[in-house]
């Protein structure tokens, strides 16, 4: 029997595991190579990770049912650096996976409210949380776009989804506490 939930656990998981790859990279680069200016959309590396926590932050807080915490995301905005943003991006990661794992089949269908402050959109879960994933993934793209002007070489990000690719994520799986089990389940 086909899981509709499978497909946003590995998505979940994959976000969390390509979110730590390009954390423990960036983590190479000094603080002033983080937030050089750069010609990025955000303008820095720091900036642009700063928008992915924001976004996941908005997109979680309106999957969960809560109302817009401009506080929650002025606050990942302005993260003034790595460490703190690699935390709180590992707790949104989990939150979020947290979040999918709770979902039955029919919570895919149900309409999500999300408080933009002058409007609220009405989308489909399964559709937010798509366009959740494919956010995250193109702006952790820009990312190591970015890193390729540095001397830290750009991670693999791409290694999270299919059987064939577990060695290749091992030590990420482990330095997160992860099983292969949990991941292709």
Same mark, same amino acid.
């Given at each position: 029997?086909?899981?509709?939930?499978?497909?946003?656990?590995?998505?979940?998981?994959?976000?969390?595991?390509?979110?730590?790859?390009?954390?423990?990279?960036?983590?190479?680069?000094?603080?002033?190579?983080?937030?050089?200016?750069?010609?990025?959309?955000?303008?820095?590396?720091?900036? =642009?990770?700063?928008h992915?926590?924001?976004?996941?932050?908005?997109?979680?807080?309106?999957l969960?049912?809560?109302?817009?915490n401009?506080?929650?995301?002025?606050?990942?905005?302005?993260c003034?650096? &790595?460490? =703190?943003?690699?935390?709180?991006?590992?707790?949104?990661?989990?939150?979020?996976?947290?979040?999918?794992?709770?979902?039955?089949?029919?919570?895919?269908?149900?309409?999500?409210?999300?408080d933009?402050?002058?409007?609220?959109?009405?989308?489909?879960?399964?559709?937010?949380?798509?366009?959740?994933?494919?956010?995250?993934?193109?702006?952790?793209g820009?990312?190591?776009?970015?890193?390729s002007?540095?001397?830290?070489?750009?991670p693999? &990000?791409?290694?999270?989804?299919v059987?064939?690719?577990?060695?290749?994520?091992?030590?990420?799986?482990?330095?997160?506490?992860?099983?292969?089990?949990?991941?292709m389940?």
């Amino acid at each position: 029997m086909t899981d509709p939930l499978r497909v946003y656990r590995k998505l979940a998981q994959a976000n969390r595991l390509a979110n730590a790859r390009l954390h423990r990279a960036c983590a190479e680069l000094s603080p002033g190579a983080l937030t050089a200016p750069r010609p990025a959309f955000f303008g820095s590396i720091q900036a =642009t990770l700063n928008h992915i926590l924001m976004v996941d932050r908005f997109y979680l807080g309106a999957l969960q049912g809560r109302p817009l915490n401009r506080a929650a995301l002025d606050e990942a905005t302005f993260c003034p650096d &790595l460490p =703190t943003l690699v935390g709180w991006q590992a707790e949104s990661d989990r939150a979020l996976l947290a979040h999918v794992e709770s979902l039955s089949p029919g919570g895919l269908v149900e309409i999500v409210a999300i408080d933009r402050g002058l409007r609220i959109q009405h989308d489909r879960r399964d559709d937010v949380l798509s366009h959740l994933f494919q956010h995250q993934t193109h702006h952790r793209g820009q990312v190591h776009g970015l890193l390729s002007a540095t001397p830290v070489k750009p991670p693999q &990000l791409d290694e999270f989804i299919v059987g064939d690719d577990a060695g290749a994520r091992a030590e990420d799986m482990a330095l997160l506490g992860l099983s292969e089990r949990d991941l292709m389940r």
